[in-house]
């Protein structure tokens, strides 16, 4: 059987910075290596920029397996030991389907519909009405 | 019972984690080529991935087999797993949730276990281990029996 010449491609993942929040956006199949460069990427690039959050959209990954949960997993509890907070967005259904089955439900980890939700989610509270009374998003 | 035929779709090796990704690759092509809908192909997919990388680690590499099944009006997928290395020596064991012998989670074989609708080990200490698991077309999840 052929499946063509281009092979699964394994790049480097790219860790943007949107103020406050560093955003890295998966596509399609990510080799182990490729994870574990990028869980130390994010761990340097949030103790270099002292960014608040981490914001990792996965709209674009058809399979989580017990290895990749993990490493989300890993790059969150290493983000909070920095004062960084984790938020993974855009989990495809099947894929949430498929984990909860595997066993995998990743208690720690902060999701959110999509990007935006996210950064919603992060935004500090800020309310022009009555300052310091913004509503508290889990601390 | 009908009899289940079967056509060999590939067999590729599991030597890296680049062939990880090739074997995940294969197994969506073929489980979209045999009909599977997207949540099933997404938990094949994940099995086979489970699978392959206790090839990988467990068994110092290996191979995967896929074979494309007939069984009257059923269609379905067969993937076989197979290494040389230590064996298992307790199977029930390394299929309950949270027991590892590497640095994983212990997910792997309970995990891929529950996302099929076969699934058999045969394997012994010092003669290697082989996997196979199978899922067919339309058929809904397994009871869950085990509630250990």
Not at chain 1, 98 to 114: F, I, N, Q, S
Request: proline residues 5%.
């Amino acid at each position: 059987m052929s499946w063509g010449l281009e092979g699964p491609v394994s790049t480097h993942v790219p860790v943007l910075r949107i103020g406050d929040v560093l955003l890295v956006t998966l596509q399609g199949e990510l080799h182990d290596k490729a994870a574990e460069q990028l869980q130390q990427d994010i761990g340097e690039a949030v103790a270099g920029s002292s960014a608040g959050a981490v914001v990792i959209d996965v709209s674009g990954v058809e399979i989580v397996d017990s290895f990749l949960g993990r490493v989300f997993a890993e790059i969150a509890a290493n983000a909070k030991l920095l004062a960084a907070a984790t938020v993974v967005a855009g989990m495809r259904p099947a894929v949430a389907i498929t984990l909860v089955e595997l066993g995998l439900t990743l208690p720690g980890l902060r999701t959110a519909l999509d990007v935006q939700e996210a950064l919603r989610m992060l935004a500090p509270p800020s309310s022009p009405l009555s300052p310091g009374q913004g509503r508290q998003e889990n601390a | 019972m009908t009899e289940t035929s079967g056509r060999v779709a590939a067999c590729l090796p599991i030597r890296s984690d680049t062939d990880l990704a090739w074997v995940r690759q294969h197994v969506r092509q073929a489980a979209a080529e045999v009909g599977f809908g997207l949540v099933e192909q997404t938990k094949l997919i994940t099995a086979a991935s489970e699978l392959a990388r206790n090839t990988l680690v467990h068994g110092g590499g290996g191979q995967v087999e896929s074979v494309f099944l007939d069984r009257g009006h059923a269609r379905g997928l067969r993937l076989t797993f197979t290494d040389e290395g230590p064996g298992i020596p307790d199977v029930e064991r390394a299929l309950t949730d949270g027991y590892t012998s590497g640095a994983g989670l212990g997910l792997g074989l309970g995990g891929a276990r529950r996302l099929v609708h076969e699934f058999s080990i045969d394997t012994s200490p010092g003669h290697g281990t082989s996997v196979t698991v199978v899922c067919w077309v339309g058929v809904p999840p397994r009871p869950r029996e085990e509630a250990r």
